[in-house]
C-alpha cells in the first residue's frame, strides 16, 4: 500500500508538471503576439461590437441579414446561432479591468478549458496522467490564422471544443453508471450542451455524431433510459432547430436548409489555399495519434475516438477531392482534426508508457525521459508557414485611430451612426459601440469594394474624406477628419468611459 507521504508527493508532482502544461500552453499559443493582448481577427473585433450593443439596449436579439450571400449576410447568420457568446463577451467587457487591452486573456481561458477538456476525456479513455497531460500539451502545436480560426483567438469555436470534451465526459460516465446516474454528471452534460446550443450549435450536432457513432458500436447503450432521454430531448432540440431555420427564410427554407448541411459557399475564400495535413497538426502529433487511432479501432467502445481524428481526415480529402464539406467547412476541419488528435496522441502515448513499462529495472526513469523526449519534440517542432498571405494578417487598430475612437466614444452614443471605410470600419464599431455602414463589413468579408458615401443616406458621422455639401467637419485626430451631419447628431452624451 502506497504511504501518505509518497501519495503527497506524487500528487505534487502531478500538480506541478499540470502547471508547466497550462504555461507552455498559454505560452506557446499566444506568445506570437509579443505582449499585445488586443483583438486579432475580424471575428473578435465583431464579437465585441455586438456584445457593446448588447450592454447598451439591454436586448439580446438577432440581427437582421444584411449585405451580400458569401459576406455579411452570411457572417450575421452565423452570429445569430451564436448569441449566448456575445453575452459571454459582454460579461468580460464588464469584469476586466482593461477588456480590449487584455483580451486575448479570454482566449487564454478558453485554451486552459480545452485543454483540461482533452485531459478530463483522456482519463476517462483509460489513460493514465502522464499521459493525458501529454495530449492536453499536443493543443499547444496547433496553428492559428484568418481562414483556420485556432486556440489564440476568443472566438466561439475555441471555447465549444472544450465544451465539446467535457460533454463527452459526461455522457462515458452517464453511460457507464446507468441507473444510477451521478448529480455531477448530469449537471456537466446539461451545462455543456446547453452551453454549446447558445455559443456554437456546430459542435452540438458533432456531439450527437459521436454519441450516435458510440451507440451503434455499444448496442446495448440504446437500451438505457440515459440514452433514450437524451435522443428524445436532442429530437426534440432538432425539430425546433430546423423550425427556427426554415422561419428565418420562409421563401426559400428548403434551401436554406439544404444549405445548412452541405456548404459549398466559401470555396471562392479557400480555393487559393491548399491546407496540408501538418500545418493542421505537427508531424510528431500525427505520427503518435495514428498510432492511437489505430489501437482505438481494436475496441468497438473506443471507435467513436479513432472517428475524431480518421473522420476529419477523410473529410479533408472529400472536400479538396469533390469541393464539398458535408457539415463542416474545409478550412474548419483542422479544429476538428487537431482535437482527435490530441485524443488519440494521448491513447498513442499511454501504450508507449506501457510497453516501456515492462522493460525491467529503471523502467519508471525511461518512461519519464522518454515522455520528456516527445513532450520537447512536440514543443520545439517548427511550424510551417501558413499557405497564403492573407492567412498570417493581424487585425489591430494603429494608436491613432484608438485616440480617434475614444474621441468620437466620449462624444457620441447610440443610435448615431457612422460611414467608414473599410480599414477603419470593424475597430471603429467595436471600439465605440456605434453603428457602421454594413457596406463597409461587407466589403471587408468578401474583397470588393464598398459603394461610394451616399450623401443622403443620413449617417451621422463620416470618417475619413466627406464630399457631402450636407456635411461640416466636427475634428480632426492625427490626420483624418470627421464630419457630421449639418443637422444636430442623435444620440449626443459627454464623457463616456472609453473601453480601450
Not at 516527445?374 to 498571405?389: G, S, Y
Request: hydrophobic share 50%; charged share 15%.
Amino acid at each position: 500500500m502506497e504511504r501518505p507521504a509518497t501519495r503527497c508527493l506524487r500528487g505534487l508532482s502531478y500538480a506541478g508538471v499540470g502547471s508547466v502544461v497550462a504555461i507552455a500552453l498559454g505560452a506557446m499559443v499566444l506568445g506570437g503576439f509579443s505582449g499585445d493582448w488586443r483583438p486579432s481577427h475580424f471575428d473578435e473585433w465583431r464579437s465585441i461590437a455586438l456584445a457593446e450593443r448588447f450592454i447598451q439596449s439591454g436586448a439580446l436579439t438577432p440581427e437582421t441579414p444584411v449585405g451580400s450571400p458569401n459576406g455579411l449576410a452570411r457572417d450575421i447568420s452565423d452570429r445569430n446561432r451564436s448569441l449566448g457568446f456575445v453575452a459571454i463577451v459582454a460579461a468580460w467587457l464588464q469584469l476586466a479591468p482593461e477588456p480590449i487591452r487584455l483580451y486575448k486573456g479570454l482566449a487564454l481561458l478558453f485554451l486552459l478549458i480545452y485543454g483540461a477538456g482533452v485531459y478530463s476525456l483522456s482519463r476517462k479513455l483509460g489513460t493514465g496522467r502522464w499521459a493525458a497531460l501529454f495530449g492536453a500539451l499536443t493543443l499547444a502545436s496547433l496553428p492559428t490564422d484568418t481562414m483556420l480560426l485556432g486556440p489564440a483567438l476568443a472566438v466561439p469555436s475555441s471555447l465549444s471544443l472544450g465544451l465539446l470534451c467535457f460533454a463527452l465526459v459526461a455522457h462515458l460516465d452517464l453511460s457507464a453508471k446507468e441507473p444510477a446516474w451521478p448529480r455531477g454528471s448530469i449537471a456537466l452534460l446539461v451545462a455543456t450542451t446547453g452551453l454549446l446550443a447558445v455559443t456554437y450549435l456546430l459542435n452540438l450536432v458533432v456531439f450527437g455524431a459521436l454519441v450516435a457513432l458510440d451507440t451503434l458500436c455499444r448496442p446495448a447503450l440504446a437500451r438505457t433510459h440515459y440514452l433514450r432521454s437524451l435522443a428524445a430531448i436532442g429530437f426534440l432540440g432538432l425539430l425546433i432547430l430546423l423550425a427556427r431555420e426554415a422561419g428565418s427564410v420562409p421563401d426559400d427554407a428548403t434551401g436554406h436548409l439544404g444549405k445548412l448541411l452541405l456548404l459549398d459557399q466559401r470555396w471562392h475564400l479557400v480555393s487559393v489555399i491548399t491546407y496540408t495535413v501538418d500545418y493542421m497538426v505537427a508531424p510528431p502529433v500525427l505520427a503518435l495519434a495514428s498510432v492511437g487511432a489505430l489501437l482505438s479501432l481494436r475496441r468497438p467502445s473506443h471507435f467513436w475516438v479513432a472517428a475524431t481524428f480518421l473522420g476529419p481526415l477523410a473529410a479533408l480529402g472529400g472536400y479538396v477531392a469533390w469541393e464539398k464539406g458535408l457539415l463542416i467547412p474545409y478550412q474548419r476541419l483542422g479544429l476538428y482534426l487537431g482535437m482527435g488528435a490530441a485524443l488519440c496522441a494521448a491513447l498513442g502515448v499511454q501504450q508507449i508508457l506501457v510497453g516501456l513499462r515492462r522493460s525491467g529495472p529503471g523502467s519508471a526513469w525511461i518512461r519519464a525521459v522518454a515522455l520528456a523526449l516527445l513532450a520537447l519534440v512536440v514543443m520545439a517542432w517548427p511550424r510551417p508557414a501558413p499557405p497564403f498571405p492573407r492567412t498570417t494578417r493581424l487585425d489591430r487598430p494603429g494608436p491613432a485611430l484608438e485616440v480617434l475612437a475614444r474621441r468620437i466614444a466620449s462624444s457620441y452614443g447610440p443610435p448615431t451612426t457612422v460611414w467608414a471605410a473599410p480599414g477603419h470600419a470593424m475597430y471603429l464599431e467595436a471600439l465605440t459601440g456605434l453603428q457602421i455602414a454594413p457596406s463597409a463589413l461587407d466589403a471587408l468579408l468578401t474583397g470588393h469594394a464598398p459603394p461610394a458615401l451616399d450623401c443622403e443616406a443620413g449617417w451621422d458621422l463620416v470618417v475619413g474624406p466627406c464630399p457631402c455639401p450636407n456635411y461640416t467637419l466636427a475634428f480632426a485626430q492625427s490626420g483624418v477628419p470627421v464630419f457630421v451631419r449639418t443637422e444636430p447628431p442623435v444620440g449626443t452624451r459627454k464623457n463616456r468611459p472609453s473601453r480601450p
